[in-house]
C-alpha cells in the first residue's frame, strides 16, 4: 500500500488486462492475465460470468484477504485455474469449449472497498459442420424443390450447394431451389461449408425424380418360321422402374423379351407391350409377328430374263460377260429392295439356259417370308420395275420348286393310238415298270407293222437294235420323246426335242417350254399297207 502526497490511499487502478475480445481455438488452452495496483491492500478478488443484460450472472471464484487460497466454484473447478497475488491475476481456461464464449468480468478492491472491474468476451473459434440437409423424399418431374443446408460454426461458415459429379457450384447460399425440375436433374447434390478453421464440412443429398414409363424401343414387325425360335423385345425407360406386360389375343406374358422356342401358326398376331410405373398414363407399343411354313434370311431365287441371250461365257465366273450381267442384275435388285430396312445383299450363284435363267440369292438382317418376297419380284417385273431387263413373272421361283415340280410322278394313258406322258419318275421300282411296259409296246407294235418283203424305202422300218430300250438313270442332260425310247426330265433341260426312229422331228424353243404346264406334237405317216396314221406324243408338266 502507498500512500499518496496527502496521506491518502490511493484508489485501484489497471495496470494491463487482456485484449477484447479475445478469441481462442476450440479445445486449445487460454491464459487470461491483469494487472493492478490495489492503492493499499487486495480485500477481494471476484472472477464472475456475466448475463447478457449485463448482470452479474454467477460468481465463479473468490479470494478474500481473510482466506489466502481462492474459492472455486465447482462446475468450473476442473477447467478454471486461479493465480491471484497482490497486483497481478492470471486466469487460465483449459480446453476452451465453444459454450465458454461468454463476458466474463475480473473484479477487485481495496481495504476501503473501492472496486474495480475489468470484462473480457470470449470467443471460441471452431471449424464449420453441418449439422442437418433437408432432402425432399417425393420428386416428379416437373415439381418445384428446395434443398436446405444447415451448419454452424465460428467465425461464421460460407456455404455453397454444388452438383456432386461436376462441381458446378448451383448456389451460394444454404437454400438451392430447382424450379420445374427435370429427370436429368435426378443425382447427387453436395452442401460444402468452410470457415478458415480445421476442415471443410460436406454433407450430401440425394435427389430422385420420378417420371412416367416411355417405351424407347420396340421389336420390327418380323416373320418366323414355323417351329423355329423367336424373340420380340420392348425396351422401357422410367422411374420407378416400370413393369412390363404383353397382350396377345387373350394371352399375356411378362418382362423386357417373350420368347417362343418354337413358333406355332396361332402365334401369329399383333403383340402389344405395356410400361406402367404409377407415374402418370401406362405407355403402349405395338410389334407383328408372322408366322410362315417357308421363312428364312436367306431366300434363293430363280427367274428368266427374255432380253437376254445365253451364251457358253456365262458359264464362267471370270467371263467378261458373266461379271457385266451380274454387276446389272446385282444393281436392278439392290435398287428394288433399296428402301427395305431389312435387306442386306444380293449375291449371284449361277446363270443358265432359256434367254438367259439367273439364280441368286437375297439376305436379309432377319428372317422374311418366302412367298412375299415372290410376290414382290413378280408384281416388280409385272410393272417393269428391275431396270432395263424384260422379266418373265412366272419364272420367279424358288429353284428347289423347279426340281421339285419337275420330278413328279409322270400319268400314260392312250386313246386309238398310245399316247406317251412323260414327266419325271420317281423311284427305282416306277422306273424300271415303265422300261417294262414300254418294250412290251414297242414289241408289239413292231410285230403288227413289220412287212413280209422289205420294200425300196418307201416303207419305215423299224430294225431290232432301234426297238432296245436303254434303262433310265435320272441324270440326263436332256431329253428326247420317240417311239421307242422315253428318257426322264431331270429339271435343267435347255431344250426339248421329240424323235422317231433315227431322225429329230421337232425341237422346242425354250421359250415355248418356259412355264409350259403342257406339250403335243403330232406325227403322220403312212403304214407298209398304206395306211394313213396319225401318232400323237403329249407331255404333262408338273
Known amino acids: 500500500m502507498l500512500p499518496n502526497e496527502g496521506g491518502k490511499e490511493l484508489r485501484p487502478t489497471w495496470t494491463s488486462s487482456p485484449s477484447n475480445p479475445t478469441s481462442v481455438i476450440e479445445n486449445e488452452n487460454l491464459d487470461l492475465h491483469w494487472r493492478f495496483n490495489t492503492g493499499g491492500s487486495l480485500t477481494f478478488a471476484k472472477f464472475l460470468l456475466m448475463g447478457d443484460d449485463q448482470s452479474e450472472k454467477q460468481l465463479i471464484a473468490l479470494k478474500s484477504s481473510s482466506n489466502g487460497s481462492v474459492n472455486v466454484d465447482s462446475a468450473f473447478r476442473d477447467r478454471f485455474i486461479f493465480n491471484i497475488s497482490n497486483y497481478q491475476a492470471l486466469v487460465t481456461l483449459v480446453a476452451v469449449q465453444r459454450y465458454d464464449s461468454a463476458r466474463y468480468r475480473f473484479q477487485i478492491a481495496n481495504q476501503d472497498l473501492d472496486r474495480i472491474n475489468n470484462d473480457v468476451n470470449i470467443r471460441v473459434l471452431f471449424p464449420p459442420s453441418i449439422t442437418s440437409v433437408q432432402c425432399p423424399s417425393a420428386l416428379t418431374e416437373g415439381d418445384n424443390v428446395k434443398l436446405v443446408c444447415n451448419f454452424t460454426g465460428n467465425p461464421l461458415p460460407s456455404v455453397v450447394w454444388n452438383r456432386a459429379n461436376t462441381r458446378e457450384t448451383l448456389s451460394n447460399r444454404e437454400i438451392l431451389f430447382i424450379e420445374d425440375i427435370k429427370r436429368s436433374d435426378s443425382g447427387r447434390y453436395e452442401c460444402l461449408a468452410w470457415n478458415g478453421i480445421g476442415n471443410n464440412s460436406r454433407e450430401f443429398c440425394e435427389v430422385d425424380v420420378n417420371y412416367p414409363a416411355q417405351i424407347m424401343d420396340i421389336s420390327i414387325n418380323q416373320t418366323v418360321q414355323l417351329g423355329k425360335n423367336v424373340t420380340l423385345y420392348c425396351r422401357v425407360m422410367g422411374n420407378p422402374v416400370p413393369t412390363i406386360s404383353w397382350t396377345h389375343k387373350n394371352n399375356v406374358g411378362s418382362g423386357s423379351e417373350l420368347h417362343f422356342d418354337s413358333a406355332r401358326f396361332n402365334d401369329h398376331g399383333w403383340y402389344k407391350c405395356t410400361a406402367q410405373n404409377g407415374i402418370g398414363s401406362p405407355a403402349t407399343a405395338r410389334t407383328y409377328l408372322d408366322v410362315a411354313e417357308r421363312a428364312s434370311n436367306v431366300i434363293n431365287v430363280k427367274m428368266t430374263i427374255t432380253n437376254e441371250e445365253f451364251d457358253t461365257s456365262l458359264m464362267y465366273e471370270e467371263s467378261r460377260r458373266y461379271q457385266h450381267l451380274s454387276k446389272r442384275v446385282i ?37 422374311v417370308r418366302n412367298d412375299n418376297i415372290f410376290s414382290a419380284l413378280k408384281h416388280a417385273a409385272l410393272d417393269r420395275k428391275l431396270g432395263k431387263f424384260t422379266i418373265d413373272p412366272l419364272s420367279i421361283m424358288a429353284p428347289q420348286d423347279a426340281i421339285i415340280s419337275a420330278t413328279s410322278s409322270p400319268r400314260v394313258s392312250s386313246s386309238g393310238s398310245t399316247w406317251i406322258l412323260v414327266g419325271s419318275l420317281s423311284g427305282s421300282l416306277l422306273f424300271l415298270l415303265f422300261i417294262a411296259f414300254a418294250f412290251w409296246v414297242c414289241w408289239r407294235r413292231w410285230k403288227k407293222d413289220k412287212p413280209s418283203s422289205r420294200g425300196n424305202g418307201e416303207r419305215d422300218q423299224l430294225n431290232e437294235d432301234e426297238a432296245e430300250t436303254k434303262p433310265l438313270t435320272g441324270t440326263e442332260e436332256g431329253v428326247q420323246i420317240c417311239k421307242m425310247e422315253q428318257k426322264p426330265l431331270s429339271g435343267n433341260e435347255k431344250s426339248l426335242q421329240i424323235s422317231r426312229n433315227k431322225g429329230i422331228l421337232h425341237s422346242m424353243d425354250p421359250n415355248v417350254l418356259a412355264n409350259a404346264k403342257r406339250a403335243t406334237y403330232t406325227l403322220e405317216r403312212t403304214t407298209s399297207g398304206g395306211d394313213a396314221v396319225k401318232e400323237t406324243v403329249e407331255l404333262h408338266f408338273y
Request: net charge positive.
Open 331 to 367: 444393281e436392278v435388285i439392290g435398287d428394288f429392295f433399296r428402301t427395305d430396312k431389312n435387306f442386306k445383299s444380293v449375291e449371284i450363284l449361277r446363270f443358265e439356259r432359256g434367254s438367259v435363267v439367273v439364280i441368286f440369292n437375297l439376305r436379309f438382317e432377319r428372317t
